[in-house]
């Protein structure tokens, strides 16, 4: 069984620019979530989806994050623009239940 | 609303020796707790949950973990190190109703001394 997919692995930007993170989930899992992991925290979830729609993006900052999970299968994460303070690694998750959720390799966005 | 505090930030232990890993937890309902490993540049990977029943839970990779309700505590056990359990644990807890929001720990870098 194919893993969750992530791309691209690394990003470097400057501050004020655009970004997209791509998440491909594992075939068969109608949620996929977004965590942002800044360095030295626990993953934080930035926005829940339950096939094609929000469950939760109480944590997503409106103003400058989106998201979309078009067709219910992957998802991109953009940002813009970009701050500083948004330098982190983005975790893409997926499940098909609420006991286990499915990791991606996640992307390391640097802010410069 | 959860909250879990992992207090370790690092823990140094030597290769073949016993290591628990602390997690303590709030929350004002019923939970599921979930123990994740996360590898250098990979993701997290779940090495055991306690859902309900027995409060010992086995998991992968010869981890344990113990459900202590009136101390609100999840510790992580494993009884004898390798070096390839150098590696970042987090603990995390979710409601055991509704939306099954994730709220992790800040993480306990563990590290096997040779």
Same mark, same amino acid.
């Given at each position: 069984?194919?893993?969750?997919?992530?791309?691209?692995?690394?990003?470097?930007?400057?501050?004020?620019?655009?970004?997209?993170?791509?998440?491909?989930?594992?075939?068969?899992?109608?949620?996929?979530?977004?965590?942002?992991?800044?360095?030295?925290?626990?993953?934080?979830?930035?926005?829940?989806?339950?096939?094609?729609?929000?469950?939760?993006?109480?944590?997503?900052?409106?103003?400058?994050?989106?998201?979309?999970?078009?067709?219910?299968?992957?998802?991109?994460?953009?940002?813009?623009?970009?701050?500083?303070?948004?330098?982190?690694?983005?975790?893409?998750?997926?499940?098909?239940?609420?006991?286990?959720?499915?990791?991606?390799?996640?992307?390391?966005?640097?802010?410069? | 609303?959860?909250?879990?505090?992992?207090?370790?930030?690092?823990?140094?232990?030597?290769?073949?020796?016993?290591?628990?890993?602390?997690?303590?937890?709030?929350?004002?309902?019923?939970?599921?707790?979930?123990?994740?490993?996360?590898?250098? !540049?990979?993701?997290?990977?779940?090495?055991?949950?306690?859902?309900?029943?027995?409060?010992?839970?086995?998991?992968? !990779?010869?981890?344990?973990?113990?459900?202590?309700?009136?101390?609100?505590?999840?510790?992580?056990?494993?009884?004898?190190?390798?070096?390839?359990?150098?590696?970042?644990?987090?603990?995390?807890?979710?409601?055991?109703?509704?939306?099954?929001?994730?709220?992790?720990?800040?993480?306990?870098?563990?590290?096997?001394?040779?």
């Amino acid at each position: 069984e194919a893993g969750v997919a992530q791309s691209p692995r690394y990003k470097i930007i400057e501050k004020r620019q655009s970004v997209a993170f791509w998440c491909n989930p594992i075939s068969g899992h109608a949620t996929l979530y977004w965590y942002q992991q800044i360095l030295g925290q626990g993953p934080k979830l930035l926005i829940q989806f339950q096939n094609n729609g929000v469950v939760d993006d109480s944590q997503l900052p409106k103003d400058r994050f989106s998201a979309e999970r078009l067709k219910g299968v992957d998802s991109t994460l953009k940002i813009q623009p970009a701050k500083l303070e948004d330098s982190a690694v983005y975790l893409c998750a997926s499940s098909s239940d609420r006991y286990e959720q499915y990791f991606g390799p996640g992307t390391r966005l640097t802010v410069t | 609303a959860q909250s879990v505090t992992q207090l370790d930030s690092q823990v140094p232990v030597f290769e073949e020796a016993p290591v628990e890993l602390r997690c303590n937890y709030s929350s004002s309902v019923s939970v599921y707790l979930f123990w994740y490993v996360q590898y250098p !540049n990979q993701g997290l990977q779940l090495l055991l949950k306690y859902l309900s029943g027995s409060t010992l839970v086995k998991g992968i !990779n010869g981890f344990e973990a113990e459900f202590n309700k009136s101390q609100t505590s999840f510790h992580l056990r494993k009884p004898s190190v390798h070096i390839s359990d150098t590696a970042e644990y987090f603990c995390a807890v979710s409601p055991n109703f509704g939306n099954e929001k994730l709220t992790f720990g800040t993480g306990t870098r563990l590290t096997i001394i040779p």
